[in-house]
């Protein structure tokens, strides 16, 4: 139980496009969503908090307008990287909290890998 | 300030030796820990979570880890590493007062020897 999956495992773009990034929660409901963004051989950067059916609550630093983040399901949050350049280029991970949960747990995605030429 | 720490960027162990990474952490209330695997590539994977209660929590495969509140401390153990450890360990802390959050530690890799 408590799968999350990512869809694409990688993409590879030309700078200047757009690249949207998929996270599903596969057999559980998840009120919120996070993002995350990892460097090689570092550690998980939060970028922002998705909650069903509201505005995403960006981290300080964080470019809403090249980031935008949508969550209009219970099951699904989407990441995209808008106007994409070589320095977008990274890791970036989703993880999901059980709606309702009462034990506040992650569960973790397989991440994406983006690649901007 | 909130924070996690690893002391061990790099720990190498041979295969059936026991095994100890550390994580120590600075949070102002009770935090919720936890402790992450992720192979090369690849997602986290939840080793074990400490709530309240009993504070030595036992996880998958074969992971424990103690809470010790006077040394803000939440180790990560196995009596005997197996090849298939090998790869990058982190401890998060889970915010409980304001906006819910992980704080994550900078990881530690782990090597394993035959």
């Known amino acids: 139980g408590a799968v999350v999956s990512q869809h694409p495992s990688w993409v590879i773009c030309k700078s200047g496009t757009s690249v949207k990034i998929e996270c599903r929660s596969l057999?559980?409901?998840?009120?919120?969503m996070f993002w995350y963004r990892q460097f090689p051989k570092q550690s998980l950067m939060l970028m922002a908090t998705s909650n069903e059916g509201s505005k995403a609550t960006y981290e300080q630093g964080v470019e809403k307008d090249k980031f935008l983040i949508n969550h209009a399901s219970l099951t699904l949050s989407t990441l995209t990287v808008t106007s994409a350049h070589p320095e977008d280029s990274s890791f970036y991970i989703c993880s999901a909290k059980l709606a309702g949960g009462v034990l506040e747990t992650q569960y973790f995605g397989p991440g994406t890998r983006l690649l901007v030429l | 300030a909130q924070s996690v720490t690893q002391p061990d960027i790099h720990i190498t162990v041979s295969e059936g030796a026991s095994l100890e990474l550390r994580c120590n952490y600075s949070y102002g209330a009770t935090p919720y820990l936890f402790w992450y695997v992720q192979s090369p590539g690849q997602g986290l994977q939840l080793l074990l979570k400490y709530f309240s209660g009993d504070t030595l929590v036992q996880g998958i495969k074969g992971f424990e880890a103690e809470f010790k509140r006077s040394q803000s401390s939440f180790n990560l153990r196995k009596p005997s590493v197996h090849w298939s450890d090998a790869a990058e360990y982190f401890c998060a802390v889970g915010t409980t007062s304001g906006t819910y959050k992980y704080i994550f530690g900078t990881g530690t890799r782990l090597k394993v020897l035959a």
């Open positions: 057999d559980f409901q998840a009120t919120t």
